[in-house]
C-alpha cells in the first residue's frame, strides 16, 4: 500500500472513530440559549441585572463617509501583491493576475455611491437586541390584494452577507399561488452593520434566539426561515431550541446527521444504489471517499478561523486587497470546485465584479471580518464537543424542513440522510446547477425551490383537523 492510500486510510479510520465518539457522548440541548444574555459595550458581572435594550425600530440609510473611501483608494494605491507561479490558475489559492486587474477596476472604475443607492432602495432598519445594535433588511409586499401574507427570514453566512440576497427579493415579493412573501434579511451580529459582539460566547445559538426576538419584535411569532453556511447552523439551532417559532425550515446546507444509520445506508448504497437511494444517480456520488481529501483541502480557513481568527484577521481588515483576495477565493471553488483551474477562477461565470467587490465592501466599510471569523470560534468547537447534540439530534416533527441540493455545494447529503436529520422533511428537491452560495447565483431556482417548499407546508397545515 503506497503512502497516499495509507494515509486515505488512516484518515477514514480516525474520521469514523470521531463520528461515533460525537453520536454516543451523552448530553442535552443547551437549554442555556433559551435565557436573555448581554453582549453589549456595558460592563457587567455575574449576577448583575442586565441592560434593558431600546427596543425602537429606527430607519437606517447605509451611507459610509468619504474618509473612509478616500483611505481605501489610497491603500488600494499601495497594494502588494505577490507575482503568481508560472502556469498557477487559482491551485495555491487567488490567482495574481487576476487580482492586480479587480485591484486596479476597484480602484479607478468601482462606483460605491452608486452601489449604496442601489442598496438603499430597499428599508433598512436598525434594533437593540440583548446589547447589539441588529441591521436587517424589511420589505413588505405591495401587491396584497387577496393573497397570502408569509413572513420569511432570509439569512446568510461567511464570507456572504444581505446582499447575497438582493437578486431573490423582487422574485419573492412576487405573488404565486395565492402567497406572497414579508422579507427580513438581517446581518449576523459582528458582520456587516450590525453591530460587534463586545463579550466572548456569541455563536450560532445566540443568534438563533436574537433573530427570534427580532421577529417578534416585527409581529412574527411564527414564521418561515430560509438559510445556507451559517444561515444553515442557525436554522438548525432555531429549529432545535425554539421550534413553536417556525412555520418552516427551508435550508441549502442542512447537517450531516450524527448517527450510524448514516455510515451503515452509505456503504449499502455503494453496492446497491437502488435500494437506498430516491435518485441513484445523483444521491451516490453525494458521500463518497473523495469528499475526505476534498474538505481537508478546502476548510483550513475554518480551521484556523476557529483557533486563532484575530491573527490572520489583524492583516486582512488592514489590506483591502488581502481581504478582496481572502473572501473572493471562496466565490470561485465553493461555486464550482473545477474553477480552480480556470484562469480566473471562474468568478466571473456566475456574478460581476461589481457584485463581487460590493460583498467585499460591506467587510471593509463595516471592519467586520475580524468579528465574522470569530464566529467560527466560538460556534465550532462547542458543536463538536458539549454541544454536538446539535449535530446527532434530530429536528422534531412540529417544524416541517425542506432541502435544496445544489449541484456544486460543498457538502451534500442523499435523501435518507435528510429524513435522519429532520423528522417531518416535506421536501427534497435535487438542483440542476449552482453552488454554495445559492441564492446569489441561481436566484431563481432557490426562490422557486422556497415557494414550492412553503406550499407543501401550508398545504399540509391545512389538511391537519383542528
Known amino acids: 500500500m503506497g503512502t497516499k492510500s495509507s494515509l486515505l486510510v488512516a484518515t477514514i479510520i480516525a474520521s469514523i472513530a470521531v463520528y461515533l465518539s460525537l453520536y454516543w457522548r451523552k448530553t442535552e440541548l443547551p ?6 444574555h448581554y453582549f453589549g459595550v456595558q460592563k457587567i458581572k455575574d449576577g448583575d441585572k442586565l441592560p434593558s435594550d431600546n427596543v425602537k425600530i429606527e430607519k437606517f440609510t447605509i451611507n459610509i463617509d468619504d474618509s473612509v473611501l478616500i483611505d481605501l483608494k489610497e491603500r488600494l494605491n499601495k497594494s502588494r501583491i505577490t507575482d503568481s507561479l508560472d502556469g498557477v490558475n487559482f491551485e495555491y489559492g487567488f490567482n495574481s493576475e487576476i487580482l492586480k486587474k479587480l485591484v486596479d477596476y476597484w480602484n479607478n472604475q468601482y462606483d460605491w455611491r452608486s452601489v449604496e443607492k442601489s442598496l438603499n432602495q ?6 437593540q437586541i440583548e446589547g447589539l445594535s441588529v441591521h436587517f433588511v424589511h420589505i413588505k409586499p405591495k401587491e396584497i390584494a387577496s393573497n397570502k401574507v408569509v413572513p420569511l427570514i432570509l439569512v446568510h453566512g461567511w464570507p456572504g452577507s444581505f446582499v447575497e440576497f438582493y437578486k431573490i427579493i423582487p422574485l419573492l415579493l412576487t405573488p404565486k399561488n395565492g402567497v406572497v412573501f414579508e422579507l427580513i434579511i438581517p446581518s449576523i451580529p459582528g458582520y456587516g452593520f450590525s453591530q460587534i459582539p463586545n463579550k466572548p460566547g456569541f455563536n450560532a445559538g445566540h443568534a438563533a434566539r436574537i433573530f427570534v426576538k427580532l421577529m417578534k419584535r416585527l409581529g412574527h411569532d411564527k414564521f418561515y426561515y430560509h438559510g445556507g ?52 444517480e445523483a444521491e451516490s456520488k453525494m458521500l463518497t471517499l473523495q469528499l475526505i481529501p476534498y474538505l481537508i483541502k478546502e476548510t483550513g480557513y475554518a480551521h484556523i478561523q476557529s483557533t486563532k481568527p484575530d491573527t490572520v484577521g489583524a492583516g486582512l481588515n488592514d489590506s483591502p486587497a488581502g481581504l478582496a483576495a481572502y473572501i473572493l477565493e471562496k466565490f470561485s471553488t465553493w461555486v464550482n470546485k473545477n474553477y480552480v483551474d480556470k484562469p ?3 468568478l466571473f461565470e456566475k ?16 471592519e467586520t471580518i475580524v468579528s465574522s471569523q470569530r464566529f467560527y470560534k466560538e460556534t465550532f468547537p462547542k458543536l463538536m464537543g458539549s454541544e454536538n447534540i446539535i449535530l446527532r439530534s434530530p429536528i422534531k416533527k412540529e417544524v416541517p424542513v425542506g432541502v435544496a441540493v445544489f449541484e456544486h455545494e460543498i457538502l451534500r447529503i442523499p435523501k435518507f440522510a435528510a429524513q435522519i436529520a429532520a423528522e417531518n422533511l416535506v421536501h427534497y428537491e435535487i ?11 441561481e436566484p431563481e431556482l432557490t426562490a422557486n425551490d422556497i415557494k414550492k417548499f412553503v406550499a407543501r407546508c401550508i398545504e399540509a397545515a391545512n389538511k391537519k383537523p383542528e
Open 351 to 366: 456574478f460581476t465584479i461589481d457584485e463581487l467587490l460590493t460583498n467585499v465592501m460591506i467587510y471593509w466599510t463595516s
Open 344 to 346: 480566473d477562477g471562474g
Open 31 to 36: 437549554k442555556h440559549y433559551l435565557d436573555d
Open 229 to 280: 453556511d451559517w444561515g444553515a447552523v442557525i436554522g438548525d439551532y432555531t429549529a432545535k431550541l425554539f421550534p413553536k417559532s417556525l412555520l418552516g425550515f427551508h435550508t441549502t446546507l442542512p447537517g450531516l446527521p450524527m448517527s450510524p444509520c448514516v455510515l451503515i445506508k452509505t456503504l449499502i448504497g455503494y453496492f446497491l444504489p437502488n435500494y437506498i437511494y430516491d435518485h441513484p
Open 122 to 127: 430597499y428599508n433598512h432598519f436598525k434594533t
Open 431 to 441: 438542483m440542476p446547477r449552482g453552488g454554495h452560495f445559492a441564492a446569489f447565483e
